[in-house]
């Protein structure tokens, strides 16, 4: 694979020109000497030539009592390459085992005194020093630092497990050991003290069920000769102290490597080391907890050996120990000799920063999309509505240079495209007629679509509904606050719905990712703590038809919050900061709108575009779209920081924002895949086909058999994508994932093909009584005598959005003949092309 440095980025729509500038990096390229070739069979990243040696961390070891171990860790490091973990092949040598032993690469100190340690790796070797000291001593165990952490490990703690809200077989612990007093209490005090026994700690029920030695059901979880096992035997041993208040505790962890570029198939050792109050540190690699975001591109295992499959991209791999997290990110290149990544054109910044992407992952973008495709796409995209055949037509007859770019500004100024956005914001802020009924429902769906039909920034919005007082039937944005009914649901979803930060497990427990603890959560919290809700009298002669009357919604001015379990108050503050100056006076929502809009905001513009970038792209820089954390990182995070700066810099103009994207190279790529990004999926080397969401799929087959959907109680040609009550009945919107609207994650719209699915656009007679209908698109071809040619051209266009191809034509002549076409066939025809892929997929 040959890879250019040269930046240069081609900002034309010109072919020739782009051409141009390839040939002319080539030629700057093997000028300055800027390329260099990675072959398949090199057992290195790096060129064999020149100069390498090993590298051994930590460089400096210190063993320091009896329970003290240190996992190594070995890099073969050439100058300008990616080091090369070689933990695992290397030879390690002990030269006083009386000091010093070694199983494989983990140390383990036998006796006080220094001893040096040789590592080999083919030709090269490297020498450390190790010292062991208070080996006579087994350090005093923790409950909190060193008890909690082995549970946490083997899982005893989780909610699936003895940390389940009513605890397993009358054992409970908090999840996560959130609560190490209560915990404690449980172990020590409990079961009349039948749980530990001091006197001889493995006859003590903890060790015995946990070595499976008496019937256990999660069954054996430690061995004998484990450290786990030592750990727990040695504070039995020690009279279960819980720990002196002073006792020096962990405030940050780190893993080497931080980053580091891989190669497929191949293993990479993490070294995990926790940092505690006292300056000191310690090696915990084998008992911290490591989960990946990409198992299918590197996997892990407990001890922090990285497994890395065939696929190539992106993985972040989590370490949590004791609450403190911390992240690796690993890339895996696709490694394919003599592939050249081409010069391409850049139209946007953001397809410079995706081909930057590209290149160091050895990946080559597919082609740019022909205009049937684009404009189909688009239309679907922007606004969840086919183009109309005669759209199409004219697109693909105009042979003008910049007709795409027309084409996105005549798109996004449709009105259609605040229908669609209202009912995507209708669904992240739980616009749910059952909660708040009809007139609720109604008012706050309407509130939302004037807010996208009058392009109004999106900050300025937020802030609108964020600080929402009033009367709920005529102000629709007060409905936030009645769909929600307390401060606790309002903090896990509006942090999530604006923030993208996921705080809802902080509400019991440390979050398991993230820094939030549970004073986090309720110093949020507290900015909705006095939200009250008034029922409001009908007006004289208006019929009560809602199950719930409108209410007026107001903040009754600052309350200080509660813990739950300490009855401990928390200041109110927003995420990562402190509490507002004057939150005791007026409404304290004020200074968290304030702080949300902010452009400083380190979560509101990435959010926002992230989740642009996902509806248009099909995943978004960060998955789920609304999980911004460290340890969840974006795939490409120079993409990502730019679109959020982009936000911004428009002036949160949304519309802005889709221009920017659709507009790109990247966005008007082909679905259809290389030798080389087949199997991509997270760097958007081509275009990830989506199937069409409910509403938006019910709407395209009203328009292609041209029969309305007559939805009960509303006006005739009222389109799916126009409904603001999500409880319409409706058995086809059901089936095809339109959400209950009970959480602002977007994954409650489901996308997953079923076989109910599949037989409903098979055989549903609501489908079929509209390709029947005497007022049909087929009913109508056939009165007008039109020939089977003619025929097949309309339902392309109207289906598919293109012209037929030649097999298309082929089938065509099959099923309809030469001559007078019979209804029943054109019916069959139509119903074919409803079940297609290209029909039920946007490509």
């Known amino acids: 694979m040959i890879m250019f440095s040269d930046r240069t980025k081609a900002r034309t729509t010109h072919p020739d020109r782009a051409e141009r500038q390839a040939i002319q990096t080539i030629r700057r390229a093997f000028v300055l000497g800027l390329v260099f070739i990675v072959s398949l069979d090199t057992d290195v990243f790096c060129n064999q030539n020149r100069d390498s040696h090993l590298v051994v961390e930590p460089s400096v070891i210190v063993l320091d009592g009896t329970n003290r171990n240190q996992q190594l860790l070995v890099s073969l490091r050439t100058s300008g390459e990616p080091d090369i973990d070689v933990t695992r092949v290397a030879r390690f040598e002990s030269f006083d085992e009386r000091v010093v032993r070694l199983q494989g690469s983990l140390l383990r100190g036998v006796a006080n005194g220094q001893a040096q340690l040789r590592i080999r790796y083919e030709e090269m070797s490297h020498d450390v020093t190790v010292s062991v000291q208070d080996f006579d001593s087994y350090p005093p165990v923790h409950f909190s630092h060193d008890v909690i952490p082995v549970f946490s490990k083997l899982g005893c703690n989780s909610g699936g497990c003895h940390g389940r809200a009513s605890g397993q077989n009358g054992f409970k612990l908090s999840v996560f050991g959130f609560d190490p007093a209560a915990d404690y209490s449980a172990l020590v005090k409990e079961g009349r003290g ?3 026994f001091p006197a001889s700690p493995d006859q003590s029920l903890l060790l015995s069920k946990a070595m499976a030695q008496v019937p256990h059901g999660g069954g054996k979880r430690v061995s004998a000769d484990s450290r786990d096992h030592e750990v727990l035997y040695q504070w039995i041993r020690q009279g279960m102290p819980f720990g002196e208040d002073h006792a020096p505790a962990p405030v940050a962890i780190q893993v080497t490597p931080g980053e580091r570029m891989l190669r497929i198939q191949t293993e990479q050792q993490l070294l995990s080391t926790v940092k505690y109050s006292d300056g000191t540190q310690r090696d915990v690699t084998a008992a911290a907890t490591y989960t990946s975001n990409a ?12 497994r890395v499959g065939e696929q190539p991209g992106e993985a972040a791999i989590t370490v949590n120990y004791m609450g403190h997290v911390t992240v690796t990110r690993l890339m895996v290149p696709r490694l394919s000799g003599g592939a050249i990544f081409p010069d391409l054109p850049s139209w946007t910044e953001a397809d410079f920063l995706v081909w930057s992407k590209l290149r160091k992952m050895g990946i080559i973008p597919s082609e740019v999309c022909d205009d049937a495709t684009f404009i189909r796409r688009l239309y679907l995209d922007v606004l969840g509505t086919l183009p109309r055949p005669d759209e199409v037509r004219m697109f693909l007859q105009d042979k003008q240079a910049g007709k795409r770019d027309q084409l996105i500004d005549d798109v996004l100024d449709r009105e259609e495209r605040s229908d669609y956005w209202a009912l995507k914001w209708a669904d992240i802020l ?9 007139r609720g429902a109604y ?11 009058d392009n109004r920034p999106y900050d300025q919005w937020v802030r609108e509904l964020i600080t929402a007082s009033g009367h709920s039937g005529k102000y629709g944005p007060v409905n936030l606050f009645r769909s929600l009914r307390t401060p606790e649901e309002l903090a896990k979803s509006v942090s ?25 959560f309720y110093g949020f919290s507290g900015f909705f703590n006095g939200v009250q809700r008034k029922p409001t009298r009908p007006d004289p002669g208006v019929a009560i038809t809602d199950q719930r009357p409108p209410e007026v919604v107001y903040h009754a001015g600052y309350r200080p919050t509660q813990m739950p379990l300490t009855g401990t108050l928390v200041a109110t503050r ?4 402190v509490s507002p100056e004057s939150m005791d006076r007026g409404d304290p929502r004020v200074h968290l709108a304030e702080w949300m809009t902010a452009p400083q905001n380190p979560w509101f513009s990435r959010l ?8 248009f792209l099909g995943r978004g820089l960060v998955e789920p ?8 990182p974006a795939t490409n995070e120079p993409l990502l920081q730019y679109l959020a700066e982009q936000v911004v810099a428009t002036g949160y103009d949304l519309k802005a924002m889709m221009k920017l994207i659709v507009s790109s190279r990247v966005y008007q790529l082909s679905s259809e895949p290389n030798e080389t990004n087949y199997g991509d999926v997270q760097n958007y080397s081509h275009y990830y086909v989506k199937r069409l969401p409910a509403e938006v799929l019910l709407d395209a087959i009203c328009d292609v058999t041209d029969v309305p959907e007559q939805f009960p109680g509303l006006p005739a040609q009222t389109r799916a994508i126009e409904l603001w009550n999500n409880r319409l009945p409706s058995y086809f919107l059901e089936i095809f994932g339109r959400p209950e609207r009970k959480s602002p994650c977007e994954c409650g719209r489901s996308s997953q093909p079923t076989m109910a699915q599949a037989l409903h656009l098979m055989n549903a007679p609501e489908i079929e009584r509209k390709i029947h209908h005497p007022e049909g698109r087929v009913s109508r071809m056939v009165r007008n005598q039109s020939d089977p040619n003619q025929i097949l051209e309309e339902i392309c266009l109207a289906a598919l959005g293109r012209f037929p191809t030649e097999r298309e034509k082929h089938a065509a002549r099959l099923l309809l003949g030469s001559g007078d076409t019979d209804q029943e066939s054109v019916e069959d025809l139509l119903w074919t092309f409803l079940n297609s892929y290209d029909f039920l997929f946007i490509r």
């Open 443 to 453: 008012e706050f769906h309407r509130w939302l679509r004037d807010q996208i039909l």
């Open 574 to 577: 927003p995420l990562g900061g």
């Open 430 to 438: 739980l616009v749910d007629r059952d909660k708040l009924s009809d």
């Open 608 to 615: 926002i575009a992230n989740r642009l970038w996902k509806h």
């Open 625 to 632: 779209e609304d999980d911004l954390r460290t340890t969840n």
């Open 496 to 520: 999530q719905a604006f923030l993208g930060v996921r705080i809802e497990c902080a509400q019991c427990h440390h979050h398991p990712f993230e820094r939030w603890a549970q004073e986090d």
């Open 295 to 306: 198992p299918h591109v590197a996997d892990v295992e407990q001890g922090g050996l990285v």
């Open 194 to 196: 039948r749980r530990l």
